[in-house]
């Protein structure tokens, strides 16, 4: 759903300020429509019967709000997991190729270094505005492949620890894969349309309540009518773990590099 993508973009701040002023503004006039046409006392009969029923529809409906939330939240979870582990397998590959010659060993190093770095740059903006990879980013990624391929162990330790290097990029491409997936992947769109659905007569249920006061029932249809935007709002911000204000920031991959300079300084220092 594009829009949804887009409407993510858009600072938090300035949306949740919209839904508020919306919601006042909105539930100010449809009590002023509803009491145009059905003026007070029209609906005093009702409120026993529309009482009953809006708690039951309300229970509902909060179930699968709460549900939806509960699913977008594990999600956005296992998105930084998986980051956590794509730095994680790096962090170890880094350590696997000390074994290895030093010209095998120098370049492999520097690859990881282009691409840790090439993910904050390149790839980490093109997630968030189109959940999509860098392709430079991907041109890096392969040649850790390439270097890989050409890998010659000259003995025993080397050719143990080039099987635990092949197992090392391939989490590496297993945790890529994952981490672009999400960052792309909707909400089901039969719970979108559930919850989109279901919002309409949770917020007109309160237009069918008989009061002498119109700021109370205003008031009561804007709460209602606001926190359901709200709950929205959240999965919406969820659903997308790299867009927005509300997302997963590259400090992981940051961290990595720090780790990394760190380790090239002091192995300059012991040689």
Known sequence: MNWMHTVSQWPLWL????????????????????????????FKENNELVGFTYAVFGLIYGVLLAFTIIVAWERFAETERIVMQETTVLSELWRDIKVFPATDRDGLHSNLIAYAQSVVDDEWPVMALRGKGSPKTAKLYEQLWDRTYVLH??????????????????????????????????????????????????????????????????????SIMLIVL?????????????????????EAFRDLLESFHQRLLAAGGQG
């Not at 709002?233 to 997963?248: A, H, I, M, N, R």
């Open 15 to 42: 949306v949740v300020v919209g839904l508020c002023v919306f919601s006042l503004a909105a539930s100010w006039g449809l009590v002023a429509l509803v009491r145009r046409y059905a003026p007070y006392p029209a």
């Open 153 to 222: 162990p000259e003995t025993k330790l080397q050719e143990g620890y080039l099987a635990q290097v092949l197992g090392d990029i391939n989490q590496l491409s297993s945790s890529r894969r994952l981490r672009l997936l999400y960052s792309r992947m909707d909400i089901n769109p039969i719970l979108w349309l559930v919850l989109l659905v279901g919002a309409a007569p949770t917020i007109g249920y309160t237009l069918l309540l008989a009061n002498k006061h119109r700021w109370i029932q205003v008031c009561i249809t804007m």
């Open 230 to 250: 709200l709950s929205l709002l959240v999965v919406l911000s969820l659903q997308y773990p790299f867009t927005g204000d509300v997302s997963l920031q590259p």
